[in-house]
């Protein structure tokens, strides 16, 4: 069993940034690839990021490359989402997320997920 808790939203203006934190209670945390996704008002969830058990493979949303950096400290069993050159359409509920099986990058394939943190990016 693995609970998340996710931190660090806010209100930020456009091409500002912001850091988002999950902190997982488990000792089996360090076994699971991580992720993070988001859900946009009116829109379905969709996928933002993932990182696997090591740290070493790293997986971004086409909407996200180049702009958002996903890492972890299994140590204190966190998981980081820095998030810079933000534009309005990154507004969401952003959700942390231990996958259990399946393609990163598919909803479905996430089995604990965190309460959400709100993200609003005003232009």
């Known amino acids: 069993q693995v609970q998340l808790v996710e931190s660090g939203g806010g209100l930020v203006q456009a091409g500002g940034s912001l850091r988002l934190s999950c902190v997982a209670s488990g000792r089996t945390f360090s076994r699971y690839t991580m992720g993070w996704l988001r859900q946009a008002p009116g829109k379905e969830r969709e996928f933002v990021a993932a990182?696997?058990?090591?740290?070493?493979?790293?997986y971004y949303g086409d909407s996200v490359k180049g702009r958002f950096t996903i890492s972890r400290d299994n140590v204190k069993n966190i998981v980081y989402l820095q998030m810079n050159s933000l534009k309005p359409e990154d507004t969401a509920v952003y959700y942390c997320?231990?996958?259990?099986?399946?393609?990163?990058?598919?909803?479905?394939?996430?089995?604990?997920w965190g309460q959400g943190t709100h993200v609003t990016v005003s232009s």
């Open positions: 997320a231990a996958r259990f099986s399946g393609d990163y990058d598919n909803i479905a394939s996430y089995g604990y």
């Open positions: 990182l696997g058990w090591s740290g070493g493979v790293t």
